[in-house]
């Protein structure tokens, strides 16, 4: 039975600034999704990933107000690895559990705003990849890379930020370097949120650490015991790259090199 408030909303947004025709997230407006019924190549040639976002628009959530998760996204922001593509496409996103499997998001098409309030995150209330559908509350809708957030936290109780920032010199430099997701599972889909699982379940021992999702050019996801050591280890691996990289912000675009897969999108 749907909330009074519920809706399913019909939103285009993409997250990724992947060579310009990548893919977008539809919230369809039926509840029903067929992503899990198509095949990689099919989203790929198709260009979009399609998924149910059911969402109940209320208020920014009383009594909370994630001062932490706020600060690191505001902070991510200035160094471009959260932001805005000059065609008006958001990237990046900040969450935080909340109470067992619920957590706090920015929302989606919140990257262009140098300074998010409350009034940008929604509350996630599940997300199954394997039927594609985010259930959500706020005044926003969550972030399309909702199911990659709670993969990471189903790795283990003790992580509670996640961070998901683009930047392809870190991507590339570190892709291989860190746990690294396979290029075939792409972006949003189940195989990417199964492999997200299997690079944190190890790295879920210090409860902290960074991924480089392979089949998501310019994606990474550092999470942690809190936003400070989550930002911090991101932080640290920012800083480390060589400086041949450090100008390759997101959205940067080149020709292929130094192995880099030419079709991860
Ligand atoms: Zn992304």
Not at 94 to 112: H, N, Q
Not at 221 to 234: D, K, Q, T, V
Request: proline share 6%.
């Amino acid at each position: 039975m749907k909330h009074p408030n519920e809706k399913s909303r019909s939103v285009h947004s993409r997250c990724t600034p992947d060579q310009g025709h990548c893919k977008r997230i539809f919230f369809k407006s039926e509840r029903y999704c067929k992503l899990g019924q198509l095949t990689q190549s099919a989203v790929h040639e198709e260009g979009y990933i399609k998924f149910d976002a059911r969402w109940e628009q209320t208020p920014p959530l009383v009594g909370v107000y994630p001062k932490e998760l706020l600060d690191w996204r505001n902070r991510l922001f200035v160094h471009g690895l959260i932001g805005m593509l000059p065609d008006g496409i958001g990237y990046g996103n900040v969450s935080e559990r909340l109470r067992g499997d619920t957590f706090l998001i920015t929302g989606s098409a919140t990257g262009g705003v140098s300074e998010l309030t409350t009034e940008h995150l929604a509350m996630v209330e599940d997300a199954d990849a394997s039927a594609n559908t985010v259930i959500c509350k706020g005044p926003v809708v969550a972030s399309s890379e909702s199911m990659s957030h709670d993969a990471i936290y189903r790795a283990t109780p003790a992580i509670r930020a996640v961070m998901h920032i683009h930047h392809l010199g870190m991507w590339r430099y570190w892709k291989g370097r860190l746990p690294t997701t396979p290029d075939e599972a792409r972006y949003g889909t189940p195989q990417m949120a199964t492999a997200l699982l299997e690079c944190a379940r190890p790295l879920a021992v210090q409860s902290y650490g960074l991924i480089v999702m392979g089949g998501h050019r310019e994606g990474l996801i550092a999470f942690g015991p809190s936003h400070e050591i989550a930002g911090r280890c991101l932080m640290a691996h920012y800083d480390a790259i060589p400086e041949k990289f450090t100008v390759q912000g997101a959205g940067y675009v080149e020709g292929p090199s130094d192995g880099e897969n030419p079709d991860a999108c």
